[in-house]
């Protein structure tokens, strides 16, 4: 069942007051929503930044070495300066050598009771047991919409905009606190060119690849037979050995969700299940993919066939879905 992030923020919270020396294992998501929850966790505890009273044993799920590790132990030395704990967060603890995993066994045995280890891990059974057997695990499903403010929900126009805060935490966070770009971005996709162009813009720029991927929907959706050459020459020409994966999975992606609809509206009566229903409209002048075409998408994934290739097959390919 999900909970919204005040719930479960609220929940941590209390676990950590009631304990001499907290110690959590948490299975939560990306680092967006970690740090969204850490924000959030402090928040209510202390009501006030912390900075001196934290401790990351590492970011980005690198590796957390000996030496790493044993700064905890001159960290935990001294009491808290401004707040009521002592923050000892791991952003990946199942990257610990094993050297850092036997002193963090001892610092852990008997910490001091200000002490409170926060190990964040996509992997619960790769911690080693005898971390586990000290710390009680959390994994947490939470509601993507929680994490967007009443007022930014108010404020939002594009239906597209609306079923993308559904899709994930990290989407709505990205839609929390980016609403005016992305409303702008996508009101602008009026055309094949202009959904191109902001494609293309967006592999230069930090925006996420679900963001992207939504574009390469509607890009997949406006392209016709007599537009294959224009866009493929585009993307040929964006394409270099870094990016060429990533390019081809963004518009897989796109693909999916689109077969994954109009599969569901054409051949079923489950309509809650269509994820984009602002597209119906178009749906319902496509034809329904045949399973081979599905097949062929999913396969792609992990195939080492030509990008350039399979990117051409993928918009031709779904071109002939549209009626004449």
């Known amino acids: 069942m999900k909970e919204t992030l005040a719930e479960f923020t609220n929940r941590v919270a209390k676990f950590v007051d009631s304990q001499s020396a907290a110690r959590l294992i948490i299975k939560i998501g990306s680092n967006v929503v970690k740090e969204r929850f850490l924000k959030s966790l402090i928040a209510v505890i202390e009501k006030k930044e912390i900075y001196y009273d934290t401790i990351w ?9 000996v030496s790493k590790a044993r700064s905890v132990e001159k960290f935990l030395a001294y009491s808290p300066s401004v707040a009521k704990h002592k923050y000892v967060i791991a952003d990946e603890i199942a ?32 911690v080693i047991s005898t971390i586990r057997s000290r710390f009680t695990t959390l994994s947490v499903e939470l509601d993507p919409l929680s994490f967007v403010s009443i007022d930014v929900l108010e404020r939002i126009t594009n ?26 971005m996508l009101n602008g996709l009026k055309d094949v060119k202009s959904t191109l162009e902001s494609l293309l813009s967006g592999l230069e720029d930090s925006t996420p690849d679900f963001i992207l991927s939504v574009i390469s929907e509607q890009l997949l959706l406006s392209v ?20 060429a994966s990533r390019i081809l999975k963004i518009l897989l992606d796109a693909a999916l969700v689109l077969i994954g609809d109009i599969v569901t509206l054409k051949k079923t009566a489950y309509w809650k299940g269509i994820k984009r229903r602002s597209y119906i409209p178009i749906y319902l002048e496509m034809n329904a993919p045949k399973v081979e075409f599905t097949d062929w998408v999913l396969k792609m994934y992990d195939a080492n066939a030509n990008r350039d290739l399979s990117i051409f097959l993928l918009i031709s390919r779904f071109t002939l879905l549209k009626r004449k």
């Open 224 to 243: 016709k037979e007599k537009d294959i050459p224009y866009v493929f020459q585009k993307l040929r020409h964006a394409i270099n050995p870094n990016n």
């Open 95 to 126: 990257n610990a050598s094993r050297e850092a995993v036997a002193t963090l066994l001892k610092i852990t045995e008997e910490p001091p009771k200000y002490a409170v280890f926060v190990f964040f891990t996509d992997f619960p059974s790769r």
């Open 57 to 65: 044993l590492n970011q980005n799920g690198e590796s957390i070495n």
């Open 159 to 184: 239906p597209l905009i609306g079923s993308l805060i559904k899709n994930s935490p990290e989407a709505a966070i990205y839609v929390d606190e980016h609403l005016e770009r992305l409303e702008k």
